[in-house]
């Protein structure tokens, strides 16, 4: 057996609808019952396809859906609580900092027992500071990918348990999606269309969102994210990981001389918008060894005053050349962009990187030089969160995209639908890149060809 949650499984429309009638029996009056109630103006379900109903403007009267929404991509156990009227009522995460330090990055299968370890308690603990139980839940989201199989399958198999328990609907998040929409959710101006760039310890990603599931993909990397190389240069400089390599490294370049050391900018004889940070990595580990620093042997706390103003000029030197190598592609992008979609306002950047304080002014001089007005989540929002999922949840939500209750008691066999590689857009014409081509295989069909397709069958 296998678990689909986004796009929904193939069911008969009888089946469909009478598993719909029961579920304003099961709990309260919400929107859920008022969704099956206009149920036989629904389109009938197919597979691999989504629920496309009516607009998220039809339902801007409703406040009163409540979303639980759960987050194990990779190495944050995170749960939230959040209404549809945009009020956050609770958010818990669990950390595996100390995890990363010991395994010098994430380890599948020890993230996976964290998450098992931490799950219960950390949703638990988002609905005792929402003071409401499942009972009050309008439904379940929970992303199934991209991510680690492992590690998802951990928030999959919890989300299901309790919409299988208490009757509730339960949406499939793409969790680069979420990174994107929650800034809708933090600023209520942001408008379909826009510009997003995603950038994270996994991720680089330039996409054009035309509207709730349709995204084009400009650019992304084909080789390291930024956030790898910010995770990597700060341990071979010996800063203190368990903060995060990013924003230690970013703390430690104030210190240091931005132009001291000659980084070459990447990927500059490619007029595309991917990214590329394994070369820039190289160029950093050589610097180190001709400078025959000891760093990775002496923590920085224990460096001299030289040795640290020589790690703090690596330290500034990359990050100048890092963020460039951002703003040359998000220029490309929004040349890009604006030729495709002339009406976009806003850049929204997101995912942990975006909490840098250096990332978010050079970005924001970018945007202002285009015409743009630069849009960042809090930090707090920024890396991995169930507030992100639960929102993201809600916007598809009230377009009609999600699954029934699954049932109570799954078999100990059950496969779930999780998704590790998938994209988030189809590739623009003009971005696809050939480096990228052998790393096609296992790739799940984008979230955006999944949505569209469905939505032209109907």
């Avoid at 040359?328 to 850049?347: D, T, V």
């Amino acid at each position: 057996m296998v678990a689909s949650i986004l796009p929904a499984p193939s069911l008969s429309r009888f089946k469909f609808l009478l598993l719909r009638s029961f579920i304003p029996c099961l709990r309260k009056p919400s929107l859920t019952s008022h969704l099956a109630n206009r149920s036989l103006t629904s389109p009938s379900l197919k597979p691999c396809t989504t629920v496309a109903t009516r607009s998220v403007s039809s339902f801007s009267s409703r406040d009163d859906l409540v979303m639980l929404g759960i987050e194990t991509s990779c190495d944050d156990t995170a749960a939230a609580v959040v209404r549809s009227d945009g009020q956050i009522l609770s958010q818990v995460i669990s950390s595996q900092a100390d995890l990363l330090v010991k395994y010098g990055g994430v380890a599948p299968k020890m993230a996976e027992e964290a998450h098992a370890l931490a799950i219960d308690g950390v949703v638990q603990q988002a609905l005792d500071n929402a003071k409401l139980t499942e009972e009050n839940l309008s439904a379940v989201a929970v992303t199934i990918g991209p991510g680690l199989s492992l590690c998802l399958r951990v928030g999959v198999q919890k989300a299901r348990r309790i919409a299988g328990k208490f009757r509730l609907p339960i949406v499939g998040v793409h969790h680069m999606e979420a990174h994107a929409l929650v800034a809708r959710l933090v600023n209520k101006k942001v408008q379909f269309p826009f510009l997003a760039l995603l950038i994270s310890g996994g991720h680089n990603l330039l996409i054009l969102a035309h509207s709730l599931g349709h995204y084009v993909q400009l650019g992304t990397t084909i080789d390291d994210a930024i956030g790898e190389a910010y995770d990597k240069t700060a341990r071979w400089l010996g800063l203190d990981m368990r903060r995060g390599g990013g924003p230690a490294l970013e703390e430690l370049a104030l210190e240091g001389d931005p132009t001291s050391v000659k980084f070459s900018v990447p990927m500059r004889q490619h007029k595309d918008c991917n990214f590329s940070y394994a070369g820039l990595k190289t160029q950093v580990r050589l610097a180190i060894e001709s400078q025959n620093l000891p760093t990775e042997n002496v923590p920085i706390s224990s460096a001299s005053s030289d040795d640290r103003r020589s790690r703090a000029d690596l330290a500034a030197s990359f990050q100048r050349v890092a963020v460039l190598h951002l703003e040359e592609r998000c220029q490309r992008a929004m040349e890009w962009a604006l030729k495709i979609e002339p009406s976009i306002k806003y850049l929204v950047v997101s995912g942990g990187v975006a909490s840098n304080s250096f990332v978010r002014a050079r970005l924001n001089d970018v945007a202002g030089r285009n015409g743009l007005e630069l849009v960042c989540p809090p930090p707090r929002l920024c890396t991995d969160n169930g507030v992100m999922i639960a929102w993201t949840g809600i916007e598809h939500y009230l377009m009609g995209r999600f699954d029934p209750p699954p049932p109570p008691n799954e078999p100990e066999n059950f496969q779930y639908d999780l998704r590790p590689r998938w994209p988030l857009g189809e590739e623009y014409s003009e971005g696809r890149s050939v480096a990228r081509s052998v790393k096609r295989a296992r790739v799940h069909p984008s979230l955006t060809s999944i949505i569209q397709g469905s939505l032209t069958q109907q």
